[in-house]
């Protein structure tokens, strides 16, 4: 019996282990990637309508009920810009509704420090005042703490985390950039602000040589060892084979 009930408690111990499958993030709106930052902008000043805000939505996040959002943070850059007009912010859905959660230092959530790469810290948990914002749903309201929203939220069941910056109307050029990485979720970290760089790790990006007579392209981390021994940057050239040829045949 005894050996049973370890059963079931090693079972019930497996059943809670959060999966194995980490939160992915999807962009929209005008957002890129920037190296291994998102940069998420709104723009307002031109013609273009698909960057007057931007975001990550992110799915495989193993959150269900806002009781289960444990951690919540993000490191994230507002170049010459700064914060105000509500983003940079978490949007955590309930259904079409949505409770907001601002990045940008209390008490005004707007003096953030342009070119400077900063730590939202854990926001789960925050309670300087009117960090969090519920007004969006029944009996919140715009001025709320993270206790306040757990009371409120709960046992409700979260459909949705994005990152979302939308307020370039907030600033005299119409237009706010924001740079974002370590993105963090529960227990996973989304878009690492170090490690491989999209584009630039090995294998990924390639680099054209010319080798011996012969064109080749090279991973970019061995581009250097290559010009070391001779080889030229670019497709080999006419006079590039004609050479490389002469000197066979001698
Ligand atoms: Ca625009
Ligand atoms: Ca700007």
Redo the contacts with the bound molecule.
């Keep these: 019996m005894k050996r049973l009930i370890m059963l079931l408690v090693t079972l019930a111990m497996v059943a809670f282990v959060p999966s194995a499958l980490a939160a992915s993030g999807t962009l929209y709106g005008g957002a890129t990637m920037s190296g291994n930052q998102v940069k998420l902008v709104s723009d307002l000043s031109d013609t273009s309508t698909a960057n007057d805000f931007s975001g990550i939505n992110f799915t495989n996040t193993s959150v269900t009920t806002f009781s289960m959002l444990t951690q919540l943070a993000t490191k994230f850059n507002v170049?010459?810009?700064g914060c105000g007009g509500g983003s940079p912010r978490f949007q955590i859905n309930f259904g079409i509704q949505n409770a907001f959660v601002y990045l940008a230092p209390s008490p005004t959530f707007t003096g953030c420090a342009p070119n400077t790469l900063v730590d939202s810290g854990n926001l789960i948990g925050n309670n300087d005042p009117c960090r969090w914002d519920t007004s969006q749903l029944q009996a919140g309201t715009q001025c709320n703490t993270y206790a306040g929203a757990l009371a409120l939220l709960g046992s409700r069941t979260v459909t949705g985390i994005q990152l979302v910056v939308d307020s370039?109307w907030f600033?005299?050029?119409?237009?706010?950039?924001v740079l974002v990485c370590d993105i963090r979720i529960n227990s996973s970290t989304d878009f690492p602000c170090q490690g491989t760089q999209p584009g630039q790790g090995k294998g990924r990006a390639k680099v054209t040589l010319c080798h011996h007579g012969h064109t080749i392209t090279v991973a970019r981390p061995a581009v250097a060892a290559h010009l070391r021994h001779g080889d030229k940057l670019g497709p080999c050239s006419h006079r590039h084979k004609h050479k490389a040829k002469s000197h066979r045949g001698r």
């Design positions: 170049t010459d810009d370039g600033f005299a050029d119409k237009e706010q950039t």
